[in-house]
């Protein structure tokens, strides 16, 4: 019971070949044809260092305005293999959760009290070399407009030492125009809770992340680049 249970809650390292990765490529392959044609992805950048290549683990933090949105994220990082939390109300549909967790190699979790084991296995995940997208607002905000940020995502990159890549992605209000996105500069919430953690520290990198996307959104509305 106990090696079952072990092996069940393993967290795999990632690999550059893998026969579990199959037919995650091919969906991320074609589907990025048809979402570039679609959605015609621009994307800019905060400064030279917001343009360096991922290299390990990372997590990637973006607002949310619709369903259509990880397929965007997988677009614009296309050179990793990004997966995602998904909410644990669609395992009530068999087929929706079959394909995040078997083709997209998702992970559920409960998005108003995410248990500390799964934060712990996801942080875990994402030092492992894996590279994990959330969507800190809970919840999509189909204004464009940017809600506050829950802090799981801090805590799993405290937790993890890996960085956060923060992502402002404006909602198009026309199929004629492209999709805009302003990816940001590494956040290093190691670095910046310092070597003891607490609730406090955890508000105050999680709102200090929060205003930074309202950096992007105000970068990516004013055209910079």
């Not at 800019?44 to 997590?59: C, V």
């Not at 669609?90 to 409960?110: C, E, G, H, M, Q």
């Not at 942080?123 to 506050?148: C, M, T, W």
Request: charged content about 25%.
């Amino acid at each position: 019971m106990d090696k079952k249970k072990n092996k069940q809650q393993k967290v795999p390292r990632a690999k550059l070949f893998s026969f579990k990765y199959i037919l995650y490529d091919l969906v991320k392959w074609f589907g990025f044809w048809q979402t570039m044609i679609w959605y015609r992805i621009k994307k800019t950048y905060d400064g030279p260092e917001a343009k360096k290549r991922i290299k390990g683990g990372a997590f990637i933090s973006s607002n949310h305005v619709g369903f259509s949105d990880p397929f965007i994220l997988l677009t614009a990082f296309l050179s990793r293999r990004l997966h995602f939390v998904f909410m644990t109300e669609l395992i009530k549909n068999k087929f929706t959760a079959w394909i995040y967790k078997n083709v997209f190699l998702s992970y559920p979790i409960d998005r108003e009290k995410p248990s500390l084991s799964t934060m712990k296995f996801l942080s875990q995940y994402v030092a492992n070399g894996h590279v994990l997208g959330l969507f800190p607002e809970g919840h999509i905000k189909r204004d464009g407009e940017v809600d506050a940020f829950k802090g799981g995502i801090v805590l799993m990159a405290y937790l993890s030492g890996k960085p956060i890549i923060p992502v402002y992605h404006q909602k198009r209000t026309s199929i004629w125009h492209v999709t805009r996105l302003v990816i940001g500069k590494p956040f290093d919430v190691k670095e910046k809770i310092g070597p003891v953690m607490n609730q406090t520290k955890l508000n105050e990198v999680a709102n200090e992340l929060y205003e930074y996307e309202l950096h992007l959104q105000e970068m990516c509305e004013a055209g910079k680049k």
